[in-house]
Each structure stands twice: as C-alpha cells, then as structure tokens.
C-alpha cells in the first residue's frame, strides 16, 4: 500500500500562485503514474493532470493546461504541482493518486492522499 500526503493548499487571490507537494511513502513497480485529481463542493472528482513516473510524461485537463505544471521528483519520492494564473473555478480539495495506467479516471487510480483545499478568491 503507497501512503500519499499532500500539502500546499492555502487561499490565493484570482491570479496568483500556489505549489502543491505530494510525499508518498513507498514505490511500487505497479504503479507507474502519478496524478491531480480536485473536486469542488457538489461536484464530481475530476481529473487535472498525470505524470507517467518512468520517463515523467505528463499531460494535463483542458481547463488547467497553460497554467498548471506536474513534475517528479524521483530521488525524493515526491511530486509537485505548480499552479499559476488561478481562477474562482479552481477552488475544490486537490488529490494527489497512484496508479497502473495513464487514466483520466479517478476508478484507475487505487491510492489516494487526504487531500489539500486550495482557495481562490475573486
């Protein structure tokens, strides 16, 4: 079982940044991607972005692409995620999840952190 951690979250006005960590206690060779879910009050998870751990290729959702950066940190177990330019409609608990393969799906992901909440005010 990976433990993951999350922290960073914090209230931001519209604009600014934050960076988000994840610390997960252990690797496995099963799980090769890492990933950002969020969700926000009444809504369903949804997927932000995945970094593939072996060769670190990342992809991101379309609302969060041009502003959101995911990279690794390989030698420290750790991943991050850099948010910039936020929006209103970035408020929601920000997940951080391990998994087989490279899914868009919170179904494909078997490890979770608690989560962080990231505020953005207008």
């Known amino acids: 079982q990976v433990q993951l951690v999350e922290s960073g979250g914090g209230l931001v006005q519209a604009g600014g940044s934050l960076r988000l960590s994840c610390a997960f206690s252990?690797?496995?060779?099963?799980?090769?991607?890492m990933a950002w879910f969020r969700q926000a009050p009444g809504k369903e998870r949804e997927f932000v972005s995945h970094?593939?751990?072996?060769?670190?290729?990342?992809y991101y959702a379309d609302s969060v692409k041009g502003r959101f950066a995911i990279s690794r940190d390989v030698a420290k177990n750790m991943i991050y995620l850099q948010m910039n330019n936020l929006k209103p409609e970035d408020t929601a608990v920000y997940y951080c999840a391990a998994g087989r393969i490279e899914a868009l799906t919170s179904t494909e992901y078997d490890n979770w952190g608690q989560g962080t909440q990231v505020t953005v005010s207008s």
């Open positions: 970094v593939n751990w072996e060769w670190g290729g990342t």
């Open positions: 252990q690797r496995t060779g099963s799980r090769n991607v």
